[in-house]
């Protein structure tokens, strides 16, 4: 039977393949299959069609029911033709890390190479004689990955086949194999004592003379039994009944308890992040019209988009709550998405705290391990609760009827690399239109696409205007740094209103956050003899200082250098640190808390440096939130979600460093990550809280209508009103939409030459799109490759679906690939590019 199969390669539509008889196969199935000398993993999507000429065999098929349903296909079709790219790559992207298998390459030595061969090899072929340099230098297998990486260049299949004709080296492939269940010890009552309650009390009586410890052991095993009769893991009961592994041996000895093997669960929580049940608290008057309004759509199974603009602290996540209790009541699940990782500890725990085991826990820093237990569990409808960052949308969920897009203004939402370059909030309403349900879009400060869309009338709009609790709005000053800067007002980057302020909160057992978007020590490092900078020698970028550990960082490639004290250009030890990131603030504001009040501070670091190790995000919260820590310092990870009550101080850094970006979104993401860190602030009722911006520029408008509070009034509707007219006049977003095509290659004249190809074949000018000329970014190298984009503006009145633009865009990369393309030259499209540059 030919069935046809979407396989994870750009450009290529679904192949079809010949399946055996007998063998059963349905639409939304992983099967294996051969491309070439691969074996790649692909998911059906046609069964019976029509045959082609010399198909290929299934080598095997990977599941007896299917991963994919047919909505979930329907999406990820709908998204790759939004996006331009592969069927295969938004099913891979969809699919859950650690369920691809994927075939790997490895390389053998086979004979060895004379001298006089391999003077040969270098003057005819240089590139084969660097291959085979580095693989007799491994000295045993190498992966074709590494080779690429080693060489830096993604072409050596050419020179490895011509090896292996040579005899000199061979080739085989192997399958990566997908994770499989812990299994753990565990034990049971036997039927003899746990049917027989006098034989259960004579058992106690002698135990409880002879064995105590074993008596223990048998309570909480007896306990568990009656409790629900699972099989409890041996370490548990150990660790409940504070005895060792050899108590519970010697039961099981005794013939007490049956032992058998089970799953390990995997702690997806850990200890709650200051989690309480929050269900029973009363609803405000706008908190219970938006639940009316979001229960009214999802019983009526509607797609409805809806925005929910509250203020920071006003029980948006109430409300989610109690939309979600509405579609659990009626058989539904839900999905709700967050922004950042770092969103799920606190999130998690809160829906947890109300909705128990119904819960699923779904992000990139769980092991496949983890991961596979969360995805079997939704899979035994055993969840009816996903949360997740932006790929939790693509979570096959049975009977959704719900999606949550919380703080959806977020940037994060959009992914860069690799394709599918797809923006999680459009993605929810797009699977929201196709299985006809509810999406709720919520924030503090909509991005100025949802706003627009309100205003087209294609969204529903809900306000919730005032805090929960009776809260009060914090107080918001502005620091003129420039002032403070004359008057030497100042410990490093902190003022000392800053700092009295933090001291005042330590004093009355408080907590503060000090906010700055901006990890490491400092941005760069500069000898102030001969003025050179340390650059990434892969990226056209400086290299970040990072004091702990001691090392020279580049945050594009992640290439690592040992911190040298002296100039490596001119040996000089007078090197200066330029800029400030938050493990400078943190020693700044120690070393400053000491000096000026005789205080040592507790402070705490959130970046993507502390929180690494698994576990050490809620363990650093968790610390904050019970007082253990004084203060957290932190980026973007602490500017949004977090509700912890004891803060009531949020200091501001520097709010120039976003204001003032050569980005048309500067004013607008100022203004979201301004008001979203300053919603951490006072966010209980009697503990009135207080914020400090630093600013060199407090006069700036945004700054202003910051620091004038969180309200949904006029003031801030004649702000996004006037924004939307200069963005209109200029055709920017929301009113087009911006498609970069990006062209990287390791030859900077390569990455030149195709880019002015594409130039040529995309039409500069119609009624519905201009294209601009050959732009250079502003980092032009980033991983040993040159960049060159070209961006199309696409009027969406003219154009509102972009079909129009996209088709255009087709048929130029049709033309590009089947004339011009190179193995040596990368082109991608990336659809409403939020980065330009």
Known sequence: MPIRVALPIPRLEPLTYEVNDGEHVSIGMRVLVPLGARVLTGTVVEVDSEPVAEMRSVLEVLEETPTFSRELLELTKRVSEYYLCSW????????????????????????????????????????????????????GDVTLAYLQKRLKHTSVADQLQALVRDGYISMSSTLSSAPSARMIRAVSVAEKYSTNDHDLRELFDLLDKRAPKQSLALAVAWMAHKSGGEPMPVAEIARQADVSVSVIDALIERGVLDVTQIVKRPDIHGAFVQAHKESPVVLTADQKTAVDRIGDGIKSQRFNPILLHGVTGSGKTLVYQHAIQCAQQLGYSSIVLVPEISLTPQLGDRFSAVFGERVAILHSRLSDVERLHQINRIARGEVDIVIGPRSAIFCSVPKLGLIVVDEEHEASYKQDDPAPRYHGRDVAIIRGHIIGCPVILGSATPSMETLHNVQQKRYDYLTIRDRADNAVPPIIRLVDMRQRRKSASLSGSLSH????????????????????????????????????????????????????????????????????????????????????????????????????????????RVDADTTTRKGALRHLLNSFSGGDLDVIVGTQMIAKGLDISRVTLVVVVNADRTLHMSDFRASERTFQLLTQVAGRSGRAQGRPGEVIIQTSTPEHPVLQLVSNGEKIDATVNAWIDDEMLQRREVGYPPFTRFIVVEITAMEQRQSEEHAQILYALIPSTSEYHTRSEVVVPTVAWVRNHHRRLIIVRNNKAADPSGQRCRALLRSALDSYFQKYASRDVRVSVDIDASGLL
């Open 88 to 139: 295969g790559e938004v099913i891979a992207a969809a699919l859950p890390s650690g369920m691809k298998p994927t075939s790997v390459v490895h390389i053998h030595r086979e004979r060895p190479v004379s001298a006089q061969e391999m003077t040969l090899i270098r003057r005819r072929a240089p590139k084969r004689a660097a291959l085979l340099e580095i693989i007799d230098e491994i000295r």
């Open 497 to 604: 209103d800053a700092i009295d302020a933090v001291a005042e909160r330590i004093r009355r057992g408080e907590g503060a956050i000090v906010f700055l978007n901006r990890r490491g020590y400092a941005p760069e490092l500069q000898c102030r003899d001969c003025g050179h900078t340390p650059t990434c020698p892969n990226c056209d970028v400086s290299l970040t200082y990072h004091r702990m550990p001691a090392t020279m960082r580049c945050h594009y490639c992640g290439h690592s250098d040992n911190h040298v004290a002296a100039c490596t250009m001119c040996g000089s030890v007078d090197v200066h640190e330029l800029g400030t990131g938050t493990q400078r603030i943190e020693d700044e504001l120690k070393t400053a808390l000491r000096e000026r009040h005789g205080i040592d501070g507790r402070i705490g």
